[in-house]
């Protein structure tokens, strides 16, 4: 039962970039925030990158300077640009929509960082 549809991950070399996205549902709840999760083997997940319905953003610290969270509201489509690629960045990435009704998750999808 997958609620949002992620593409864009993939195998890429060290400095690589990618362009991750996760298609929404056509018609939402208003939303509150939306965000990146990342998850690696044996670990916690947790947050790359968050933004607000009003714009603001945030980024984890292993992130900053290196990812870009944006919402496109005419596809209501959320994507994640990702530059500067190494291999701890290697993982599942999950997108995650929060609304006054409940949250969406997407299916996750494999970013693998190797050379």
């Known amino acids: 039962q997958v609620q949002l549809v992620e593409s864009g991950g993939g195998l890429v070399q060290p400095g690589g970039s990618l362009r991750l996205s996760c298609a929404a549902p056509g018609s939402l709840p208003s939303i509150n925030n939306m965000g990146w999760y990342r998850q690696a083997p044996g670990e916690q997940r947790g947050m790359v990158a968050s933004i607000a319905w009003g714009g603001g953003t945030q980024y984890a610290d292993s992130v900053k300077g290196r990812v870009t969270i944006s919402w496109d509201n005419a596809s209501n489509t959320l994507h994640l640009q990702m530059n500067n690629l190494t291999p701890e960045d290697t993982a599942v990435y999950y997108c995650?929509?929060?609304?006054?009704?409940?949250?969406?998750w997407g299916q996750g999808t494999q970013v693998t960082v190797f050379a």
């Open positions: 995650h929509i929060d609304t006054v009704r409940r949250e969406y």
